[in-house]
């Protein structure tokens, strides 16, 4: 990403929620006991803690949802995720932020987390939960997500080709994976 495009994403995020404050990772994944406001320049070598969580049900779909008009990328779907707020562990973000995205509230145990990928100034656990829900269960979120679907890998793909997927690395891992 170039400088430019990075500083105005910077700006994106400060805006929609200038109030966040994250926990300061090193670039080996530990705490350091600083904190940070969303949005504010990374001192070199720091980072934080971000979730992707992928929902699969019992019949291979996955949850997936669309960016509320007015973010970041608007109109795109995307599995639900986020940043890890103040004295967060992974697995409370990922349930913070599928209950916020979606309404749902998977039982952890249904959870694993899959891997991390990290860069310059983040590391992301990226989590599935195995768990089927009704239609009525779901509750977007206004400003953060304006519509729902469920989708098989062949469809992740197809939206991924199409240029109407937010897709991060952990798409190649969910669209590869054996049932």
Not at 1 to 26: K, N, S
Not at 31 to 46: H, K, M, N, S, V
Not at 67 to 78: H, Y
Request: charged share 30%; aromatic share 10%.
């Amino acid at each position: 990403m170039q400088t430019a495009d990075h500083d105005r994403l910077a700006e994106l995020i400060r805006m929609d929620a200038p109030e966040e404050l994250w926990d300061v990772y090193d670039r080996a994944g530990g705490r350091t006991g600083r904190t940070q406001r969303r949005g504010d320049a990374f001192a070199p070598g720091d980072c934080h803690l971000c979730v992707h969580v992928w929902v699969r049900n019992s019949r291979g779909e996955y949850l997936l949802t669309k960016r509320a008009p007015g973010k970041s990328m608007a109109g795109l779907w995307e599995c639900t995720g986020g940043s890890a707020l103040l004295g967060e562990d992974s697995l409370t973000a990922a349930l913070r932020e599928l209950r916020e995205e979606t309404g749902l509230r998977p039982d952890p145990a249904c959870g694993e987390l899959l891997f991390r990928f990290s860069g310059d100034h983040f590391h992301c656990d990226v989590w599935r939960f195995r768990t089927d829900f009704a239609p009525e269960e779901i509750v977007l979120q206004p400003g953060e997500t304006c519509a729902w679907t469920l989708a098989d890998t062949r469809q992740i793909r197809r939206l991924n080709d199409e240029g109407i997927f937010f897709a991060f690395e952990d798409l190649a891992y969910i669209v590869n994976e054996k049932p």
